[in-house]
């Protein structure tokens, strides 16, 4: 079964700087999705940015950018210029087909 | 452009009872429809999925059941809510490659 692992409980961030949250994921197939989802205070999951497994070009928007490593099967976010607004959760999917899996989660913070 | 709707937004229902939670997606036809459980603290779970009306696959087996009257809606119920089945409740729909999550529904059983 595809797992997903979100291995940082919680981060925090100064205001205008960078982070990165980490995911790595276990799967045998080569043909499939990556999310990342940002959950705020409002539970509304709202998607932040996609990339397709079959492009080796990282997906970028605006203020975020991920580092797929697809053979190391790793899927991180970097949120550049971090803002007060960015404070949520932040869930890593994995999806194909109709199988989509969530990590646990990234608590992040971001300190005025 | 589409919308998605889930009520109620809130329930509290004790140990036993029924349970019926809707989801209705607008803007779209045929869309696929999702049910997801989130625990406290935790990620989703996916419980069902559709890619059809009357069509319904489960992906966890457990005490709740979905069904699809309609194309753009989904249902969750449960005969007999158990403590276990607290959570918040999301709802999403599909169009090609991305999921839409709809606002959700804190459930509470007592």
């Known amino acids: 079964a595809q797992t997903v692992t979100q291995s940082q409980p919680e981060m925090s961030v100064q205001e205008a700087e960078t982070v990165t949250l980490s995911c790595t994921y276990d799967?045998?197939?080569?043909?499939?999705?990556l999310f990342w989802y940002k959950q705020p205070p409002s539970r509304q999951m709202i998607l932040v940015i996609r990339?397709?497994?079959?492009?080796?070009q990282n997906a970028t928007e605006n203020r975020f950018s991920v580092n797929f490593q697809k053979a190391a099967k790793s899927f991180s976010l970097k949120i550049s210029d971090s803002q007060l607004g960015d404070a949520a959760m932040y869930f890593c999917?994995?999806?194909?087909?109709?199988?989509?899996?969530f990590g646990a989660g990234t608590r992040l913070t971001v300190k005025p | 452009s589409q919308t998605i709707h889930q009520w109620p937004a809130t329930l509290v229902q004790p140990v036993g009872s029924p349970l019926s939670l809707e989801c209705t997606v607008e803007?779209?036809?045929?869309?696929?429809l999702y049910w997801y459980r989130q625990a406290a603290g935790r990620g989703l779970q996916l419980l069902f999925y559709?890619?059809?009306?009357?069509?319904i696959s489960s992906e966890v087996p457990q005490n709740l059941s979905a069904s699809r009257p309609q194309d753009r809606q989904f249902i969750l119920s449960s005969k007999k809510l158990l403590l276990s089945d607290s959570g918040f409740y999301l709802c999403?729909?599909?169009?090609?490659?991305?999921?839409?999550f709809g606002p959700g529904t804190r459930l509470t059983v007592t």
């Open positions: 999403a729909w599909s169009e090609a490659y991305e999921q839409y």
């Open positions: 799967t045998s197939e080569s043909d499939y999705y």
């Open positions: 990339q397709e497994a079959y492009k080796q």
């Open positions: 999917a994995y999806r194909r087909n109709n199988d989509m899996r």
């Open positions: 803007g779209t036809s045929n869309p696929n």
């Open positions: 559709s890619v059809g009306i009357g069509q």
